[in-house]
Nanobody, 118 residues
Framework: QVQLVESGGGLVQAGGSLRLSCAAS????????MGWFRQAPGKEREIVAS????????YHLDSVKGRFTISRENAKNTVYLQMNSLKPEDTAVYYC???????????WGRGTQVTVSS
């Protein structure tokens, strides 16, 4: 059974940094495209960043370009989201997701809360 478990969320002041981690199990990790999504209260879920199976650059949400970096360590079955220069607008529940191309993202973690105070 595929499981994705996020960690690293918390409360941080504007301008600070956090690193989110997503540990995967129950799948051949290197065969999956990985992504980070977020959902703020009253808003729809949006994709933040994605990374290919080999670690090539993928999609980045315009509002996080230059601030967030997605990476993966296939040997550890883990994908990361380094978040720098955080803004209150980044406050959301952040979700890890996996896709086995050409399929869409269909495996999801339970999410981790990120709160950025002004």
């Amino acid at each position: 059974q595929v499981q994705l478990v996020e960690s690293g969320g918390g409360l941080v002041q504007a301008g600070g940094s956090l690193r989110l981690s997503c540990a995967a199990s129950g799948l051949t990790f290197s065969s999956y495209t990985m992504g980070w999504f977020r959902q703020a209260p009253g808003k729809e879920r949006e994709i933040v960043a994605s990374i290919t199976r080999s670690g090539a650059s993928g999609y980045h949400l315009d509002s996080v370009k230059g601030r967030f970096t997605i990476s993966r360590e296939n040997a550890k079955n883990t994908v990361y989201l380094q978040m720098n220069s955080l803004k209150p607008e980044d406050t959301a529940v952040y979700y890890c997701a996996a896709a086995d191309p050409p399929r869409q993202f269909d495996h999801w973690g339970r999410g981790t809360q990120v709160t950025v105070s002004s």
